[in-house]
């Protein structure tokens, strides 16, 4: 029998020390299911603050000499994470020992230099994966994930051309691109010849989410209709040409939920609840109002948002139809969390301004509180233009939260609309919708309204939800294929 593969993962954020958003959660949870599954995988992850206070005894490994361009040198600390993973933190503290988050300033500007701080992050994977890595670990796959790690394959490409590692691109948003100006070239130690229409170029500039989707061996993102909505050019963001080109090499793993994400044994819940105990489920939704200041009352089902409010996430649909929406047939209260676009969260304020007791808008990330929110809603809204994976949806559907959704990407993969034939085929679990306008958002938050008055059918849908397996164990199966795939197409 052949060796397990031995991956590193590389990422730019991982929860709970530094995540902006579904990357960070993946980063988390994914390589200690694949180490489950038997892959012998590490993490490579920037030393940023929360990482090096959440590990102060975190040693050097190895030193970075400037590994060329105007990098500056480096230095490798090791540590482990809960699941057991080694932990790779890239410590380079001129570029990621700041303040705020790890692309912007604490004001919410990007970082002058993201080019330079995740150009290092690349490069400094292309060199674990050379021979000319100073650690003995050296991996057989390269898994990079998103425009931060993009640039890996490239630098595999030009500079360790002899290097046995595979390399495999994870598109967890594909809007996100890494796009800078070409004089960036030389900064980064990338030669020449590299920015050409079949290299690092996109239209001008580098891009290098590109220049992983050019060089990757493999290409991976986060659900089945996302991976072909991206061939499309609706949702190609102009790379749906060089994904087409790809398509043979592109698959579409969805995600899985943590553990901890569950209603019979999560710990922030006012009352634990399962789907044969969901009248349990009303104490949740009692606690959530009364930490809002929503009125008490059986009128109405609570429906929730917890979301980055920008325009990806058709938070700006709610907005337009939230008087409607609240007023009726059949009416609803509102609760939202989230925090993004000024424009949407001073939205969501006068709303919740406007109606006392029947809407609420907490504007902050607060991730104990989202638990609250899917525990004590009714109904969760989601009606994102697109959506690559999405993990509201799943944990509403596990927590007996019915979701409304558009169907797209992950979202269309996982909830199964409501009609007379999903109901009868024991399927139905959520509400969904096809066009990305606000009358068609209404009217599927009133079928779901409707439903909601229905007791012994709204029953069925929860139980239906809570029955999906979203484990991670499932996806970690899935990408451990196309790892042993490649390492014995390479042994
Ligand atoms: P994306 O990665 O596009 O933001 P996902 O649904 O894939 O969307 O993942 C979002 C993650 O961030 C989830 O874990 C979600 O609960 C969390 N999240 C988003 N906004 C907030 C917020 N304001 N407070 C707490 N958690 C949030």
Redesign the pocket.
């Known amino acids: 029998m052949s060796s397990p593969p031995r991956v590193l993962f590389v990422t730019s954020e991982i929860?709970p020390w530094q995540?902006?958003?579904?990357?960070?959660?993946i980063s988390a949870a994914l390589p200690g299911a694949l180490a489950q599954a038997g892959v012998d995988v590490r993490i490579l992850v920037p030393a940023y603050p929360a990482l090096t206070s959440a590990f102060p005894e975190a040693g050097v490994i190895a030193a970075i000499p400037p590994p060329g361009g105007r990098f500056p040198a480096g230095r490798l600390l090791a540590a482990s994470t809960d699941a057991e993973v080694p932990l790779l933190l890239l410590d380079c503290p001129e570029y990621f020992a700041r303040p705020g988050g790890p692309y912007q300033s604490p004001h919410r500007r990007d970082w002058p230099d993201n080019a330079l701080r995740f150009g290092l992050l690349s490069r400094v994977a292309a060199l674990l994966a050379s021979d000319a890595s100073p650690l003995s670990w050296r991996p057989d796959i390269l898994h990079c994930n998103d425009w931060q790690s993009g640039l890996a394959p490239a630098y595999l490409h030009y500079l360790h051309p002899g290097a046995a590692a595979a390399t495999v691109m994870t598109i967890?948003?594909l809007a996100f691109q890494g796009l800078f100006p070409a004089q960036r070239l030389a900064d980064l130690g990338l030669p020449e010849e590299a920015f050409v229409f079949d290299g690092v170029e996109f239209h001008g500039q580098l891009s290098f989410l590109k220049a992983g989707l050019q060089f990757a061996d493999r290409i991976t993102t986060v659900s089945r209709t996302y991976a072909q909505e991206i061939q499309q050019a609706e949702l190609g963001f102009g790379l749906d040409g060089l994904l087409r080109h790809r398509s043979a090499d592109l698959t579409g793993i969805l995600?899985g939920v943590e553990a901890s994400w569950n209603p019979a044994t999560d710990p922030l819940l006012a009352q634990r609840y399962d789907a044969r105990h969901l009248a349990d489920k009303a104490a949740n939704r009692q606690a959530l109002r009364r930490e809002l200041g929503l009125e008490e009352t059986a009128a109405w089902p609570l429906m929730a948002i917890?979301?980055?409010l920008t325009h990806?996430?058709g938070v700006d649909l709610v907005l337009a139809v939230a008087e409607e929406l609240l007023a009726g047939p059949p009416g609803a209260q509102l609760a939202v969390?989230?925090?993004g676009e000024r424009e949407f969260e001073a939205g969501f304020r006068m709303l919740a301004a406007r109606h006392p007791g029947k809407v609420a808008a907490?504007i902050?990330?607060?991730?104990r509180?989202?638990h609250r929110f899917e525990a004590g809603a009714d109904i969760f809204l989601?009606p994102s233009r697109f959506?690559?994976?999405?993990?509201?949806?799943m944990?509403s559907l596990r927590y007996g939260t019915p979701p409304v959704v558009r169907a797209t990407g992950?979202l269309a993969d996982t909830v199964v609309d409501c009609t007379a034939q999903t109901l009868a085929a024991g399927s139905a679990n959520g509400f969904a919708f096809g066009p990305a306008d606000a009358a068609s958002l209404l009217a599927a938050v009133r079928r779901a309204g409707d439903a909601w008055h229905r007791s012994k059918l709204w029953r069925r849908l929860q139980k239906n939800g809570m029955a999906a397996d979203f484990s991670w164990d499932k996806a970690a199966a899935d990408y451990a294929d196309i790892y042993r795939t490649m390492h014995s197409a390479e042994a």
Do not use: I, W
């Open positions: 929860a995540k902006t958003g579904g990357l960070g959660d967890h948003n995600n917890v979301s980055r990806q996430k969390l989230g925090t907490v902050g990330f607060d991730e509180l989202a989601m959506e690559p994976c999405g993990l509201n949806q944990y992950g």
